[in-house]
């Protein structure tokens, strides 16, 4: 039996940052058209996350990766992915404000830093479109 950490800290955490509802695109794979040509097949899940600034272990990290961008941390209930290449899948998609009460934006999920059974923990980066 696995003790899920989140759910511990998450009350706490909820203190000072709550919990946002977040719609999750998720990555399922593509299909292929005659032509060759691939269109990404998703399937959008509601769920709740919590979004953080990038800590300085989280910036240490997305640094030696060499990824630039706008970034946030989000703390997930549930199992995000990044691309996923053996799987043949894309990055899943989040969807929150840059600021609170800003307009909806997508975020990319581009580092998997921690996934548990029951949680995981991402940083993402904001997309153009």
């Known amino acids: 039996m696995s003790m899920n950490l989140r759910a511990l800290a998450n009350p706490f955490t ?34 709740v996350g919590q979004v ?13 990766l060499n990824i630039t961008g706008v970034l946030r941390s ?26 609170p009460g800003g307009p909806i934006r997508n975020w990319l999920v581009t580092t998997v830093i921690e996934t548990w059974p029951q949680w995981s923990h991402v940083i993402v980066t904001l997309q153009a479109s």
């Open 14 to 47: 909820q203190l000072t940052n709550p919990n946002i509802p977040i719609p999750w695109i998720q990555s399922i794979g593509y299909t292929t058209d005659a032509n060759g040509k691939r269109t990404p097949t998703t399937n959008t899940i509601g769920g």
């Open 52 to 64: 953080q600034a990038m800590s300085a272990s989280d910036l240490r990290h997305v640094d030696m």
């Open 74 to 99: 989000v703390y997930w209930f549930g199992s995000l992915q990044s691309v996923v290449r053996v799987d043949q899948q894309g990055g899943d998609i989040l969807q929150f404000p840059e600021v």
